[in-house]
């Protein structure tokens, strides 16, 4: 197949990248810089110039295309406070990949995440997205599986980890170098989902080739990581105390990602490996941090 990827140089999307060449797909990225450009050009696929706003350019290159992996998010906007307008461009995003893909039965892979299902329960491909930024997006791409669409969405766990991370867990590793203990909020049992980077866009590629029409598939190779684990290994790593932080006190320690860390939000992934043959092959979370990485890279 001929693939436009949007957020193709981002953490994942730099991942799904290699892992479509390799299975003999032709890539065209979309790419806002000259610095994603040759990247994706070292990488060995196309390139098309533009980015989220430009829904003309998003509909006439996923026109062209045999199918579409949407990865991309406005995350600078978000983690700025601007979060309604990050999700008004993923939806507008969605929506225009979608115009052009209508009536022609081609893929439209669509990023989400496990964090829109409600805490309480282990969650499932089929509970619905309650809660979060890509709640309208995800909704916009399973409808379109009735507009001729074969339409799929990806929900990453909150953690993807791997070489290279700078999303959650190196915040969390930044975290307790600043205030000198590895916390936890509560008893710390309660569980956060994670799975390896390469593990996720696997999942990507699977979702492209063989996923059905108005699915959803959970890159989930750990249903649920105590929180507690991660902050002993993020500990032993850094020689700091491991300690608990009360709930009320987990906002001022941990900002933005208190209320992530302190809810429990197992997920499961048993019905995207029924469906898609999807099995992950990668070290999980905590046998990752211990690999050392984290730490270098933190250094930096």
């Known amino acids: 197949m001929r693939v436009f990827v949007t957020g193709a140089t981002g953490w994942i999307g730099s991942a799904v990248v290699p892992e479509l060449l390799g299975a003999g797909h032709e ?19 196309g390139v098309h110039r533009g980015s989220l706003e430009d829904v003309g350019g998003l509909r006439s290159v996923a026109a062209a295309s045999d199918g579409v992996i949407h990865a991309a998010f406005k995350h600078d906007a978000a983690f700025s406070g601007d979060w309604e307008g990050a999700s008004d461009a ?13 009536g022609s039965g081609k893929p439209l892979v669509v990023t989400s995440g ?4 409600s805490p309480g329960g282990l969650g499932t491909e089929e509970d619905p997205p309650e809660v979060g930024t890509r709640v ?5 791409a399973v409808a379109l599986a009735g507009r ?30 600043e205030k000198g203990v590895s916390a936890y909020v509560g008893d710390g049992a309660n569980r956060w989902p994670a799975v390896h980077r390469l593990d996720a866009a696997r999942l990507y590629r699977l979702a ?12 989930v190779a ?9 902050a002993e290994a993020i500990g032993r790593a850094l020689d700091v105390p491991v300690v608990s932080i009360p709930q ?3 906002g001022e320690h941990f900002g933005f990602l208190a209320g992530l860390l302190g809810s429990d939000t197992p997920a499961s992934s048993a019905l995207t490996r029924e469906l898609v043959g999807w099995e992950p092959a990668h070290p999980g979370l905590v046998d990752d941090l211990e690999r050392g990485h984290y730490f270098q890279e933190a250094r930096v």
């Open 222 to 230: 750990e249903e649920g990581v105590p929180v507690r684990r991660i």
């Open 208 to 219: 492209l080739e063989r996923a059905p029409a108005g699915t959803r598939l959970h890159a």
């Open 27 to 45: 890539v065209v990225g979309l790419a806002r810089s000259d610095e994603s450009a040759a990247a994706l050009e070292a990488a060995g696929a």
């Open 148 to 177: 001729g669409v074969r339409s799929s969405v990806v929900r990453p766990a909150p953690s993807v980890h791997g070489e290279g991370d700078r999303g959650f867990i190196p915040i969390l590793i930044g975290v307790a170098r």
């Open 90 to 102: 993923d939806l507008r995003a969605v929506e225009a990949l979608g115009e052009a893909l209508e």
């Open 248 to 250: 009320e006190e987990a």
């Open 114 to 117: 496990t964090s829109l299902i």
């Open 136 to 140: 309208a997006a995800e909704n916009a």
